[in-house]
């Protein structure tokens, strides 16, 4: 847990663990949410509201399955894909056909974007290794336009603590188990429970979200509430 207990340890090790797991990324992310893993991202940009030639910036892009699918909704847009790892950016540039459609390599904390610029932004998996929750939030609110929309997909810890149990010793297995077969060691992936540890619970991260300027327009569970969609909106005015 000690790559946890700062911001600049969390996003050495966020960085350090994704580029070693990137080539098994796609194969991870389908095994770990029993091959529905696409189907929460489609939702997530289907459900969008429509904009106008929207800027659309796509934060921990990964291998860019949500990238794509904005760029599929915007046709007449731009859509940025960020991730922290040079790694996950080059699998993404090999998928790439969509000529509105760019990869960046940065910092979720500190993006390389003017203020109230982004339409859209979404994350998949992204707020949960956010180095510091509340300055990722932050940086968020400063790029996004005001009335600008957000669009998470993540896991959601429960508030009872039993069922906390249950969801950290099920994703301590389910990825250890992943994570021994894929790459030799059980805490490349078994570290997805070490991180909802640390997570806010499901009341806690609502109302950080609202402490930080966002509306939440709508959130919706999946694979009984272990992962959630979160709809939120930029509030107008400071």
Not at 3 to 24: G, I, M, P, T, V
Not at 49 to 63: N, S
Not at 125 to 133: E, F, K
């Amino acid at each position: 847990m000690e790559h946890l207990d700062s911001a600049e340890r969390k996003r050495y090790f966020n960085e350090k663990h994704f580029a070693e797991s990137a080539r098994h990324y796609d194969l991870v992310t389908r095994v770990l949410s029993f091959g529905q893993d696409y189907t929460w991202k489609h939702f997530l940009v289907e459900e969008l509201q429509p904009v106008a030639a929207p800027f659309c910036v796509d934060i921990a892009c990964g291998t860019g399955d949500i990238t794509f699918l904005l760029a599929e909704k915007y046709a007449d847009g731009e859509v940025l894909g960020i991730d922290l790892t040079q790694e996950m950016l080059d699998l993404a540039e090999n998928r790439n056909i969509n000529s509105h459609v760019r990869f960046s390599l940065q910092d979720m904390n500190h993006l390389d974007l003017p203020d109230a610029s982004v339409d859209v932004l979404t994350g998949g998996y992204a707020i949960r290794n956010a180095p510091d929750l509340g300055e990722t939030l932050r940086e968020f609110r400063r790029v996004l336009k005001p009335g600008g929309q957000m669009a998470f997909l993540d896991f959601s810890k429960p508030v009872a603590k039993p069922l906390q149990f249950i969801q950290y010793w099920a994703m301590k297995i389910w990825g250890g188990f992943w994570g021994l077969l894929l790459h030799g060691n059980p805490e490349v992936h078994g570290y997805i429970s070490a991180s909802l540890l640390a997570y806010p619970d499901m009341a806690r991260l609502e109302k950080i979200f609202l402490d930080h300027g966002f509306t939440i327009e709508r959130s919706r569970g999946f694979l009984s509430g272990m992962t959630r969609v979160y709809f939120l909106k930029s509030t107008v005015g400071t």
